[in-house]
């Protein structure tokens, strides 16, 4: 859902996504997008484990995944904003 919307963002902006360029918005929301997937995969395996402990690490990733997803989010905005 986020790759999604990053796509529809870039499209919508005009912005080349994939032009070459490095940013700080890019460089923290290709991250984001890897921390999601690797979030995604975690999860599903802590849903089958069904381990308490498992499922407390995760909830600790959980948090710093959404604390990171956060600087491109806002970054985002702020660029837009100027």
């Known amino acids: 859902m986020d790759t999604t919307g990053t796509l529809l963002m870039g499209r919508i902006s005009g912005n080349a996504m994939f032009s070459g ?14 921390l ?20 407390t690490n995760f909830h600790k990733f959980s948090i710093a ?7 491109p989010y806002i970054l985002g905005m702020v660029i837009g904003m100027r």
Do not use: D, R
């Open 21 to 34: 360029k490095l940013s700080l918005h890019g460089v923290t929301g290709a991250l984001a997008i890897v």
């Open 65 to 71: 995944v959404w604390a990171i997803w956060l600087v």
């Open 36 to 55: 999601m997937i690797i979030h995604a995969v975690w999860a599903t395996i802590v849903l089958v484990k069904n381990n308490e402990e498992s499922a």
